[in-house]
């Protein structure tokens, strides 16, 4: 079935860096996507979020990229801090609402 | 604390018995997700309500596991017979609901299955 996935499952960066996790898509009807940080024995939590009608949303030290004609997703964190260290999750939301998630990223702060 | 709440927060059990975890979202969430995450995986969705009403169950989830929310509040999941395969962790998460709106994570059940 169609999915969401990443290209590298472990990502060292130095702090102070920035960081950029990589994410493909499959489902060309997804209209939403969203980037989830998820630490060690807690639930995920929200990152920030991107509409389809979207190819770029800055947040607070992230930004989210969006390239559909691909079907790619990046999360770019600037100045990488060690409270970074954590897996991050791409999601996409379907027309169903159903988000799927795929295995995600872990980013290892280099001091 | 007016975010997502899972009760319990660990669980150990006999392979062969029956669990229930219980996810009270926040309250005026009308969605409502149920997933299961392993070691190195990313979360598995199982299943999702609006309100009361069950909109999907994962094919993956066998007739072991069910999950209600009677009145659209807090949901249950059970899973009966348990075998440790079913080791996990359990997540829930709730949303205001349709037109893609985000979601927020409880902290989760861990399940082990001995």
């Known amino acids: 079935g169609e999915s969401v996935g990443l290209h590298l499952p472990t990502l060292s960066v130095q702090e102070g860096d920035n960081s950029i996790i990589n994410c493909a898509y499959s489902?060309?009807?997804?209209?939403?996507f969203i980037w989830y940080k998820q630490e060690s024995g807690k639930g995920p939590q929200f990152i920030i979020d991107i509409r389809s009608n979207m190819d770029k949303r800055q947040g607070q030290r992230v930004t989210v990229l969006l390239n559909k004609t691909v079907k790619h997703l990046s999360l770019q964190i600037a100045a990488t801090q060690p409270g970074d260290s954590a897996v991050y999750f791409c999601a996409e939301n379907a027309l169903d609402d159903k988000i799927i998630f795929g295995k995600g990223t872990r980013l290892h702060i280099l001091p | 604390d007016t975010g997502v709440s899972q009760d319990p927060r660990h669980k150990i059990t006999k392979r062969g018995q029956n669990v229930t975890f219980r996810c009270d979202p926040i309250?005026?969430?009308?969605?409502l997700y149920w997933y299961r995450q392993t070691l190195g995986q990313g979360p598995e969705f199982l299943t999702y309500?609006?309100?009361?009403?069950?909109?999907?169950k994962s094919r993956l989830l066998s007739d072991r596991f069910s999950a209600e929310r009677p009145k659209g509040s807090f949901s249950t999941l059970e899973i009966q017979r348990t075998e440790q395969g079913d080791s996990a962790m359990y997540l829930c998460a709730s949303s205001l609901g349709s037109g893609s709106t985000e979601a927020f994570f409880g902290q989760g059940t861990r399940l082990t299955v001995v």
């Open positions: 309500f609006q309100n009361e009403a069950q909109l999907e």
């Open positions: 489902n060309s009807a997804s209209d939403y």
């Open positions: 309250s005026e969430h009308n969605r």
